[in-house]
């Protein structure tokens, strides 16, 4: 009701600005990701071999260097 008797109103305040991530902070992040992936993959990647083990025969025979 300012502008019926003469006042002016105020001027609007302009946005907030939004906070900035720093370089440090984007790789720390990226940093905890891949952590967090490499950790979570678990045993299942290190077991190369079913539950009745390895089931082929094992290479026995050396190598013969050609010419001797």
């Not at 019926?4 to 907030?16: D, E, I, K, M, Y």
């Not at 720093?22 to 992040?29: E, G, L, T, V, Y």
């Amino acid at each position: 009701m300012g502008g019926l008797f003469g006042g002016s109103q105020p001027a609007p305040l302009p946005p907030p600005v939004p906070p900035s991530r720093s370089d440090a902070d984007i790789q720390s992040a990226a940093l905890e990701a891949r952590q967090r992936r490499a950790a979570a993959t678990g045993r299942s990647e290190t077991i190369l071999t079913s539950g009745q083990g390895v089931t082929e025969d094992a290479n026995t025979t050396t190598k013969k260097l050609l010419g001797s």
